[in-house]
C-alpha cells in the first residue's frame, strides 16, 4: 500500500522554525515531482513548494526565501524546513506525489495533478 505519513507540526510563535518530515512508501512508479501543499480554514489547497527527480525546485512567492524543501536520495522522506514563520502560513500541511508529473509543465501548484497524498499536519503559528 502507498502511504505518506507527514510529521513535525506543531504550534510556533512567529518568527520561530518547524521542520515537517514526510515518510513515503509503497509507490512502484517512483514519484517524479513531490511537493508540499497547504490548506487554511476556508481555503483551497494550494502548493507551497515542489521538488522533482532532479532535485530541481520550485517555490510560491509567499514562502520564497523562507523555505526549503528536499528530499533524500531514494526520495523515501521529503522534508520541508520553514523559517521566519509567520501567522498567514498557519494551515495544514500535506505532503503530495506523482509519478509522472513534469516541473515544466506549469501544473505543479495544482492539487489534481498529485495522484498520492499524505494525511496532513498542522502547523499553527501565533
Known amino acids: 500500500d502507498v502511504q505518506l505519513v507527514e510529521s513535525g507540526g506543531g504550534s510556533v510563535q512567529a518568527g520561530g522554525s518547524l521542520r515537517l518530515s514526510c515518510e513515503v512508501s509503497g509507490i512502484t512508479e517512483g514519484t517524479n515531482c513531490m511537493a508540499w501543499f497547504r490548506q487554511a480554514p476556508g481555503k483551497s489547497r494550494e502548493g507551497v513548494p515542489v521538488i522533482d527527480d532532479n532535485g530541481v525546485t520550485t517555490y510560491a512567492d509567499s514562502v520564497k526565501g523562507r523555505f526549503t524543501i528536499s528530499s533524500d536520495n531514494a526520495k523515501n522522506n521529503l522534508y520541508l524546513q520553514m523559517n521566519n514563520l509567520k501567522p498567514e502560513d498557519t494551515a495544514i500541511y500535506y505532503c503530495?506525489?506523482?509519478?509522472?508529473?513534469?516541473?515544466?509543465?506549469?501544473?505543479?501548484?495544482?492539487?489534481?495533478?498529485?495522484?498520492?497524498w499524505g494525511q496532513g499536519t498542522q502547523v499553527t503559528v501565533s
Open positions: 503530495a506525489a506523482d509519478p509522472r508529473l513534469s516541473l515544466y509543465g506549469g501544473g505543479w501548484s495544482r492539487p489534481r495533478e498529485y495522484t498520492y
